[in-house]
């Protein structure tokens, strides 16, 4: 135990007291109410000059010691995170009511906001769901969204679902400390970069869906059933929900706002929106080639179906003679002629098989049986 006067030790401290809390190293000896991270937190760190600080702070501490430290910014990583936590990270980055509120819900669709001095990012990410074959019941793509709240020394990014894992984000972009220098924005490239990435990814696996129903549906058996044609169509249109509405944020970071992107960090950002041009070509052709695919599964329905009726009506008609026959020799008149006839029922018996038999031989000719 320290047996030195409390003045003593109070003034020994005073030279670490006196140093500007953004200057001051980050340790993990924080205080008890900050002392470890919530589950909801992936990963936290410090980058300075764009490079990472050892060490995994609590993001209020680290906060606090960087707000104003100009070379340097906290990335803070949220999934999914409870009301509760959500509450403390915006009380601690000064996030208003509407964008925590914004934060805990999904199913957002891609946009670029501005909330007071915070930009949000709003992305969907997708995910290739594998499977063995296609079903009426199949997951083909899972989607989630992520939320990039942007400050002037923080970056939030905020997943919900299971899609679009951030981790080889952090860890691509921690290999480029250039673009990293560039502050909390390289963060939002890095992420979009990630996500248009998903996207090709995703619309190959599909492309290669799409080739097996087409081969399934054009095959001698036809084992495709509409129902599975739907399913992806489904698929698909939530695919389109996730890439499409992308061009107009991406765009709008592309001009030149006060606000916006730094200089050097724009072509990167025109890169993706080319990417991202390209996702869009390819999931607007797979719709229109899923919508080709199935006028024609509904054609060759209505063909399978004017063939049965074509079959049905032709052994109806050879049933007919049958009845008409057997009808005529049935009605019990007196004065009827071959009653009385010793080979009238080997006739008639004779005569009903000839005419099915030639029936049958006319329809086979004609291709209805």
Request: net charge neutral; charged share 25%; glycine share 6%.
């Amino acid at each position: 135990m320290d047996q030195r006067p409390v003045r003593t030790r109070w003034l020994g401290r005073l030279p670490t007291l006196l140093r500007p809390p953004w200057s001051r190293p980050i340790t993990d000896a924080t205080p008890a109410d900050t002392r470890s991270n919530p589950d909801a937190v992936v990963d936290c760190a410090v980058y300075v000059d764009g490079r990472r600080q050892p060490g995994r702070p609590h993001y209020a501490k680290a906060y606090a010691q960087r707000r104003r430290d100009r070379r340097s910014f906290v990335w803070l990583g949220l999934h999914d995170p409870t009301p509760a936590v959500m509450a403390t990270v915006g009380s601690t980055f000064g996030l208003d009511e509407h964008s925590v509120a914004q934060a805990l819900a999904d199913g957002h669709r891609p946009t670029l906001q501005r909330h007071g001095d915070v930009t949000l990012l709003v992305l969907r990410t997708a995910g290739y769901v594998a499977h063995t074959e296609l079903t009426d019941t199949s997951e083909v793509i899972d989607t989630g969204d992520v939320m990039v709240f942007l400050g002037d020394r923080y970056v939030i990014t905020v997943r919900h679902g299971a899609a679009g894992a951030l981790a080889t984000v952090r860890e691509d972009v921690q290999r480029r400390p250039a673009v990293l220098a560039e502050g909390p924005w390289a963060v939002a490239y890095a992420v979009c970069a990630r996500m248009v990435e998903l996207y090709l990814e995703v619309a190959g696996h599909v492309e290669t869906d799409l080739e097996r129903l087409e081969e399934t549906v054009f095959a001698r058996d036809r084992s495709a059933d509409i129902q599975q044609i739907y399913q992806l169509k489904r698929e698909i249109v939530e695919f389109k929900r996730a890439v499409l509405p992308l061009q107009a944020p991406l765009r709008a970071l592309l001009r030149q706002q006060p606000d916006g992107p730094p200089p050097a960090l724009r072509n990167w950002f025109a890169d993706v929106d080319n990417d991202l041009a390209r996702a869009v070509d390819r999931v607007s052709a797979y719709d229109d080639l899923l919508n080709s695919i199935l006028q024609s599964r509904l054609a060759q329905l209505a063909v399978e179906q004017n063939n049965d009726m074509r079959k049905i009506a032709a052994w109806a008609a050879i049933a007919a003679t049958q009845t008409a026959v057997a009808g005529i020799y049935g009605m019990n008149f007196t004065n009827m002629p071959e009653l009385q006839w010793r080979y009238g029922y080997a006739g008639a018996l004779l005569v009903m098989a000839t005419a099915a038999l030639t029936l049958h031989r006319l329809f086979r000719r004609s291709g209805w049986l």
